[in-house]
């Protein structure tokens, strides 16, 4: 009997330990890389980079934002198979503006009235960037809240591959931005994700009980 979305995410839960002989394999790497790309975000704006090291080189350069006031999260990302920086733009540029736009006009989202529908999609975004700059002045934050919805997807998604993960905002953001020049680009880090299989002797989350409010709690149906 084959799982359901629900299955998958009563199943997933944050990994506090890895297995450091076990490697994602190439192909659910890809699948990984998708997952990251084809996230939904407000007006298609993918305000993100990220970072994934598999090499034991690249993941001690991650750890190193773990060093000073994270120490207990190092071994998580050192023995993993891979771990995942988020990064947030930090400005939504009118030149970054056209690069999303003419990348969409080569994956034909205008071919049927590219003339209307190229100029109309460019107002729209446009529209929103400049009411979170100019009147809610908080256009970074709103960008990182579209990474967030970009990692809400991810840990459902690889999830679904069988491969465990742990979302970890307990790094310096500034020590992944220097080590990895991402300031220099334009963007800022968020959090990491170390990805891989957990070690079931050490993770003591995986035999926990899943706990969660009821519907009562959280729902009102209309």
Known sequence: MSLT????????????????????????????????????????????????????????????????????????????????????????????LHQVLEQEDR??????????????????????????????KDVQHWMDKQVYLNLGQFLLGVATLGIDATPMEGVETAVLDAEFGLREKGYSSLLVVPLGYCDPEADYNKALPKSRLEYTDILTEA
Do not use: C
């Open 107 to 136: 994956d034909g989202r205008f071919d049927d009235d590219k003339d209307t529908f190229k100029a109309q999609m460019h107002a729209g975004r446009s529209m929103f960037v400049n009411i979170h700059k100019q009147d809610m």
């Open 5 to 96: 979305i629900l299955d998958y995410a009563k199943k997933r839960h944050t990994t506090k330990a890895y297995d450091p002989s076990r490697k994602i394999s190439d192909a659910d790497l890809e699948t990984i890389k998708g997952l990251l790309r084809f996230s939904p975000s407000s007006t298609n704006l993918q305000p993100w980079h990220f970072v994934i090291a598999g090499t034991e080189e690249g993941k001690a350069r991650i750890a190193k934002a773990t060093d000073r006031l994270f120490p207990f999260n190092s071994a998580s990302i050192l023995n993993a198979s891979h771990v995942v920086v988020f990064a947030s733009r930090l400005d939504a540029s009118e030149a970054y």
